[in-house]
T-cell receptor, first 112, second 110 residues
């Protein structure tokens, strides 16, 4: 089935050690999003790609970067994770103009 | 920016009961979605409903855009309905950016 896939589902990293989370989609959607969700909070948008056009939210820390090498894949890089970056990271996609966003299962990041 | 408020914040139901969840938003929207987040963190799209009424099995939703609110109805609740329900909206010219409410945490007891 067409879907949004995130790997890994659980990631443990050490304070300050770079980490990369990945998202892939078989929906051929042109827009991909990364959200951060901390415990008992709502998801918060970090950035999104419309095709290769990168759009960063104003309050997204510089510590967070993203890459989209092709339509199907998108990566979230955290250059120097801090304890406050422990969260669930959610990837979502949409086909521009249809407005429905489809979410992957998320990657739960633990920072030791 | 647009504000999204959901009520109630928490809800405990006995299996088989009905419930209504509410979402208020502070500005006109061109996108409103209801999501269910299961205990494993997966966000499942329930409805795309910027206006009107939709039904899917035991779930239905109504959005009254002119009055800036949306309702999610759950009938004959089951334990698998437990989790957090989020309303998310996009105001005009926001390029697909969804703003989420704080969610309603539903617990259905057997």
């Amino acid at each position: 089935d067409a879907m949004v896939i995130q790997n890994p589902r659980y990631q443990v990293t050490q304070f300050g050690k770079p980490v990369t989370l990945s998202c892939s989609q078989t929906l051929n959607h042109n827009v991909m999003y990364w959200y951060q969700q901390k415990s008992s909070q709502a998801p918060k948008l970090l950035f999104h790609y419309y095709d290769k056009d990168f759009n960063n939210e104003a309050d997204t820390p510089d510590n967070f970067q993203s890459r989209r090498p092709n339509t199907s894949f998108c990566f979230l890089d955290i250059r120097s994770p801090g304890l406050g970056d422990a969260a669930m990271y959610l990837c979502a996609t949409t086909l521009f103009g249809t407005d429905t966003q489809y979410f992957g299962p998320g990657t739960r990041l633990t920072v030791l | 920016g647009i504000q999204v408020e959901q009520s109630p914040p928490d809800l405990i139901l006995q299996e088989g009961a009905n419930s209504t969840l509410r979402c208020n938003f502070s500005d006109s929207v061109n996108n409103l979605q209801w999501f269910h987040q299961n205990p494993w963190g997966q966000l499942i799209n329930l409805f795309y409903i910027p206006s009107g009424t939709k039904q899917n099995g035991r779930l239905s939703a109504t959005t009254v855009a002119t009055e800036r609110y949306s309702l999610l109805y759950i009938s004959s609740s089951q334990t698998t309905d437990s989790g957090v329900y989020f309303c998310a909206v996009e105001s005009y010219n926001q390029g697909g950016k969804l703003i989420f409410g704080q969610g309603t945490e539903l617990s259905v007891k057997p």
